[in-house]
């Protein structure tokens, strides 16, 4: 099986912490979208044989801020992977801001295949959504989510940040009540990250000490988990049977395609990338060129990709995926960590403790080859 990564880099508005590829250019959706109607005829030549025609088995629109295209525009793109690949997917996420949730807006997703939400809410205090330049105040936050019911979407995330300059532990408490109180099926959460290049960088602004951000970790995962969440990823928590089958994906090594400027994709043996560029993006395709590069995977580096993502997990990393070699090397390597509490043996996997998921970036490098 396979994913559809679709990148829709617009955004009304640039977040201040943002380091992922974005514009403001909103002149150019139409064309843009035309492009990656085209891309996807471009990469509809022959598939390798680990995919079959109709093997898609989810989609993501991501961003940027999908949210920001039309209902044609999306209708059309929609059109375009039905046509190239062949069948509807299980799973349809799109991911939207929450002022952008309209009745119209709701009522056009109940028209289209998108069966699952993803809603950047962040923070519930308007003055800390101020700071992060975010367009939308709490008070919209609900009335987007009853919008989205409303229109026949049962599967809603929404994403939350803590680690803010100042925040204290109480106030992350009252951001992971009222997100409680949503009752939504997936919520994932991560710490304030400051970096370099983006605006929140330049400001200077101080990260949340390392003492403070783990006691919000441990906060968001003893509330979320006796709310009845599955911790099943670092970052993410969802009710049983809502887990993002399309970010698991990410995680468990399945092939995706990656389409639109800065996508990304992996067909098991290579990883290719887009232009970060959306110029040059358009150009290229309207030439007839693929904008890509392309890297060939050898053992080691698949070796250290399956540390990084597997580990990630509730599953862990299965060892018998590895080659004799790296399972010798990663067991060696594993015991101190073991010792010290932070990684266990689950049924030849292995996982990371509640300790070590919050240093889970020292066990990974610690396992990997150099």
Not at 44 to 59: A, F, N, Q, Y
Request: aromatic share 10%; charged share 25%; proline share 4%.
């Amino acid at each position: 099986m396979t994913g559809i990564y679709i990148h829709i880099p617009f955004c009304k508005s640039r977040c201040i912490y943002c380091g992922f590829y974005s514009t403001t250019g909103l002149e150019l959706r139409q064309r843009y979208v035309d492009a990656v109607c085209r891309e996807m005829e471009m990469r509809s030549l022959p598939p390798p044989p680990s995919r079959k025609r109709g093997s898609i088995e989810t989609i993501y629109f991501g961003g940027g801020t999908p949210s920001q295209l039309t209902g044609d525009q999306l209708r059309q793109l929609f059109h375009y992977i039905y046509k190239v690949y062949g069948n509807e997917a299980e799973e349809v996420t799109i991911e939207c801001n929450p002022d952008d949730v309209t009745d119209a807006f709701a009522a056009a997703l109940s028209h289209l295949p998108v069966n699952r939400v993803s809603m950047g809410v962040q923070t519930f205090d308007d003055q800390r959504l101020r700071f992060l330049h975010r367009r939308h105040t709490a008070a919209q936050v609900p009335q987007a989510i009853q919008r989205l019911r409303d229109a026949g979407i049962q599967n809603i995330s929404i994403d939350l940040m803590y680690g803010f300059p100042d925040e204290t532990l109480d106030d992350w408490r009252r951001d992971i009540k009222a997100a409680l109180a949503l009752e939504v099926e997936h919520i994932s959460a991560y710490c304030l990250m400051i970096e370099e290049g983006t605006p929140l960088y330049q400001m200077g602004v101080a990260a949340a000490d390392e003492e403070t951000e783990r006691a919000m970790y441990e906060l968001l995962t003893d509330k979320l988990t006796a709310a009845g969440y599955e911790h099943y990823e670092i970052s993410n928590f969802a009710r049983p049977g809502y887990r993002s089958r399309h970010n698991s994906s990410y995680w468990h090594d399945v092939p995706y395609i990656g389409l639109g400027a800065a996508a990304h994709s992996y067909d098991g043996n290579s990883r290719s990338w887009n232009v970060s560029d959306i110029h040059q993006y358009i150009e290229a395709i309207e030439h007839g060129k693929l904008p890509s590069e392309r890297e060939l995977l050898d053992g080691d580096t698949r070796y250290n990709d399956r540390i990084t993502v597997a580990l990630r997990t509730s599953d862990g990393l299965d060892l018998a995926s590895l080659s004799e070699q790296h399972r010798y090397y990663c067991l060696k390597e594993a015991q101190h960590f073991i010792d010290d509490g932070l990684l266990r043996m689950d049924d030849n996997h292995l996982v990371l403790t509640r300790k070590g998921l919050f240093v889970s970036d020292m066990v990974m490098s610690g396992l990997m080859l150099v």
